[in-house]
């Protein structure tokens, strides 16, 4: 089946550290892979994707690319800022069925000045 | 433009009401999605249209109502709630359903069943 396992948070990081948050799937197939951002009070904004193995997402200066041998994605950053704050999603959506995305549980960033 | 709508933003209702949320999008996109997301939780899935039909249902309970009138419209009828049901209802849209397409979202609507 598919799943997502994310790093469990929260993380807190002062202004231009350095992030990493690990994901890491199980998927039947070769899904595409995504991060989503939640900023406090809002919806789902796409951060960034890739949808082939060894594919680079990138997007406001995050990272992150599709390792199929590793089965991981991994989000970084080299230099965080405050407003960067928010809830990351690590997401995977398969090919074979309709569509249906699954979520990693989420971790939590706070970046203080 | 990969922009979502949802209204209203927030919404309070006893559980006797009835209400509605309501969706936009102007993409083209003809696969469409409803989810509840709880705090502190990843959005969950609750219904798919593809194509303005209904694809999925994801064992939602009855006082939950769908509805996609056209390609650009998906209304959530609301009916009868329980207080559980207070959460985040967020709306997304795809170019279509399946072949692990980008899936866009609104900014959600924030219910309170009191």
């Known amino acids: 089946g598919n799943s997502v396992t994310q790093m469990e948070g929260p993380v807190t990081l002062s202004e231009e550290a350095f992030l990493t948050i690990n994901c890491t799937y199980t998927a039947t197939g070769y899904p595409s892979l995504f991060w989503y951002v939640q900023y406090p009070g809002e919806g789902l904004q796409l951060l960034l994707k890739?949808?082939?193995?060894?594919d680079k997402g990138s997007n406001k200066g995050f990272e992150a690319t599709y390792r199929k041998e590793t089965t991981s994605f991994h989000l970084e950053k080299g230099s965080v800022q405050v407003s960067d704050s928010a809830v990351y999603f690590c997401?995977?959506?398969?090919?074979?069925?309709?569509?249906?995305?699954?979520f990693g549980t989420g971790t939590r960033l706070t970046v203080i000045p | 433009d990969t922009e979502v709508t949802q209204t209203p933003k927030h919404l309070v209702m006893g559980m006797t009401n009835k209400k509605s949320l309501k969706c936009e999008q102007h993409m083209g996109h003809r696969a469409m999605y409803w989810y509840k997301q709880k705090a502190k939780k990843p959005p969950e899935l609750m219904f798919v249209y593809s194509y303005e039909k209904l694809s999925i249902n994801e064992s939602v309970p009855s006082r939950f109502s769908p509805e996609c009138p056209n390609s650009s419209l998906l209304n959530l009828h609301l009916h009868a709630l329980q207080p559980e049901d207070s959460a985040l209802y967020l709306c997304?849209?795809?170019?279509?359903?399946?072949?692990?397409?980008?899936?866009?979202f609104g900014p959600g609507t924030r219910l309170l069943v009191l």
């Open positions: 997401a995977l959506s398969d090919r074979t069925g309709a569509n249906n995305l699954f």
């Open positions: 997304a849209s795809s170019q279509v359903s399946g072949r692990g397409e980008t899936q866009y």
């Open positions: 890739a949808t082939k193995a060894d």
